[in-house]
């Protein structure tokens, strides 16, 4: 949804080929209609009693070979599709066609084919018949009479080849004996197509045997069937070409067409039937990569080697850096499908905007989200199911009903209308429920009586699950930050904070209430005294996780986290970049690992290998040599980076890539001028999901919008704000954009 569209770049995974392929729609084919209107090719055996003429057989002909091609993912320009000229004499006619074929093509002629559908006659001779191949052939010399077009004749091999193609699959496919066979001929439209062009002459309507035959359907599906089978046929090559876009050779086989390219200076080879590069000479772009170590780092020249290379390691995928997409993988999972409307699933991909990218190339297609089991992208369903509140009106709208009411499911008195006929499928209503909005303050007098607060909101009547409670520093920002993700793996454990110096008596007192059995310390002994941790043995298991600085206590913390899916890589200077990924994090299991701008340490690198890296924030606090350091050791689908003009806008880009999963009734905001109030408001985020907006001295503008949003797709009844700081205006202000 919209995370997958605003946020492509963060889960860039790559596709994965279900069946052999079918056709991609890059590739044009041209059906030319014979004949129309007055002119109506010849009258057959019986067209003067029947009224059935060639031009008729030829337009029935033609529909059908547009559905087939269609279905199969060409594009299909017809050059008339009822019964009419397109100009007033023969020739202006037949120019007109081919104008008209050039547009359509827009430039893409090297990938595009002209097909003329007509029926033959000899009314000297009813006993003929058979299905004829036309065609243009340059070897048979040119006719001074009847001049090809220049271009054309640069197509004529090519011209030949697909004359073959479709001569023996049509002969293969229907019942038509072989006429005269393939035939060179100087006819207008074959020699003077600027793509590779034939005619199909199906059988003789001077022959009444062939007449009655050809104007079955039975006949008709059969020989569509089988020209299709000879466009595949044609198309299924491997064409090498010359940086300057000049084509060099044409193979039928792929790895002969890449030994080839190899051995020339610079060239690629274009797979013509997947309408993809599949080797260039340039670089080598297929990157082996290993999940969780560097050990296995090669790059190769083609998916092919580069597979087969990957497929002796296990947990490792192969990435098209080009495209930065994983291409293969033994691990990754294929969350996205392309679901055909009658085909079924035709793709899956390890990601939305591969994807995307295949099922846009096709007619009635959609794009699932299998985790959500929820379509995301359609061009042929409507978001037709609005899902709408009693009181905020209008809130969403689904592509499918099931996903509707699943959306809907979330909030009391909402309802489920299907717009076009504007029935209602679901109701949720609740008619006792009235919609207000409230706002709350969760506030001591100090950063530490805040947290105190929260941890009292969170568990009023004490610890019920595990006893564990995490204690970071009120005043080093960089010790306390890894408190988020850690309490929310221990059973979305509090978190106090306290002084350095000496543990603070309220600190104690929430403890004792809370059934405190363990206490976590975050952080050296400049962050928290032996002093304190002396204090606290007198009455908890005492633990300590700390490093010999900031980043290597960094570090320890994040050793002790487990399934964490990806990471945050942020600034160990400047922390509101850091606090909002805490909250994002601690409701995600997601990691935060700290790092200098200029450099990360070789230890970071391999506790990030193998997972998603977001980078918080712009180059001035984090490096563009940190990301290219991240991207060669993770891979570029691996890494992006979130950010904004100033630090309420990176929280935005953070916020909304994960929008779709921080869904509450609940708003928490704090302030963004320093950290204590929003780390502390971390642990409500893990344990509700609800999302924490930082506030400066008045919103930004970004936040704003993203309010608005977040209040219109959701029922959000509540803004909590964390800390004192906040002043009442920006409260206000928010309540106007959630409401
Ligand atoms: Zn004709």
Redesign the pocket.
Known sequence: MKKLHIAGFLIVFALFVLYPLQAHAEKNVVIDP??GGSSS??TGYSGASTGYY?KDF?LEMAEGLREILEKNGYNVHMTRTDDSKLAGSLHADLQARLDLAHEAIEGKNDQSIYISV??NSLPSNPYMRGYETYYFDIDEGINETYPPDPVQIEYSPESKRLAHTMHQNILAGTPLWEGRGIIPSDLYVTRNAHMPAVLLEFGYMSNPTEEALIKTSSFQEKAAASVLKGVDEFFSVFEVYEYDGNRVKVFENKEQAIDYAKSMESAYVFDKFNQEKIYDGAVKRYGVYHSSDRSVNETFFTKDEAIAYAEDFENVRVVDNELGRVVWSDYLEKDYEVEHSSQGVIYEAYDFESAFNYAKKWKNTSVIDRNKDQVVWSNYLDEDFAVSHTEKGLMKTFYREKEAIAYAENWESTKVTHTESNKVVWSNDTPEYNYSFKTTTLAGEDRIQTAIEVSKQLYPNGLDGEKTVVLATAFEFADALSAGPLAAQLDNAPILLNRKDELSADVLKELSRLNTEKVVILGGENALSAQVENDLKQHFVVERLAGKDRIASNLEINKGLSNVEGVFVASSRSFPDALEASSIAAAHGWAIVLTDKDEISQESLNYLNGREVAILGGTAVVSEEVEETLIESNGGDQVTRLSGANRYETVAAALDYFEDDMRSSTVLAATGQNYPDALTASAISARTNAPLILVGDELNPTIEKQLSEYGSENVVDELQVIGAVIDKNSRNEMVNHLN
């Open positions: 014979g004949h090719g010849t060639e030829n007509h029926s």
